[in-house]
């Protein structure tokens, strides 16, 4: 069996002075390696792309758990992430977005009041399905759009009575 690797789990709260009370969040990255798709294309190290990609879904997660209630924690463990495209390999990185290639992400969620009692949990399996785009792209700070797309019409589900 393969030895369960926690690539991070870090409890993230903004300092911005709005966000002083906010919900706390935690993310657990369980056994990355065998994500269906988080190819890091000839730019960076597996381990680097990684890093990034982690990091660019925990600062966009933590804003979003941020518009909970004060006082609660919203706990997320995933355990496998397809992002949108498809990596191709020329002399650069290059992430070709199609309709065929959406991305998907699979993860269980509890949000806990402060006490730590269960207001909610879950197993979610997400699609965006709705990618009608068609065209080339390279990282950038809209690398992981359609991903975020798909996250913030999970937040406004789940969450309904927060403004996300």
Not at 54 to 67: C, N, Q, V, W
Request: contains cysteine; hydrophobic residues 35%.
């Amino acid at each position: 069996m393969i030895k369960l690797l926690k690539y991070c789990v870090i409890s993230l709260t903004l300092s911005y002075s709005q966000m002083l009370n906010a919900a706390q969040l935690v993310v657990e990255w369980s056994e990355p390696n065998e994500y269906t798709d988080i190819k890091e294309g000839n730019t960076q190290t597996r381990s680097g792309f990684q890093k990034h990609v982690f990091t660019s879904f925990e600062k966009f997660l933590t804003h979003r758990a941020a518009k909970l209630p004060e006082g609660q924690t919203l706990k997320l463990t995933v355990t496998d992430l397809d992002l949108a495209g498809e990596t191709r390999f020329n002399f650069d990185e290059i992430r070709i977005i199609k309709d065929h290639y959406i991305p998907r992400i699979k993860f269980s969620y509890q949000l806990l009041d402060k006490s730590g009692n269960e207001l909610a949990a879950g197993e979610e399996n997400l699609k965006n399905m709705g990618m009608s785009t068609n065209y080339l792209t390279r990282p950038s700070e809209e690398q992981f759009k359609y991903e975020f797309a798909m996250l913030n019409s999970w937040f406004k589900k789940t969450f309904p009575d927060n403004s996300f």
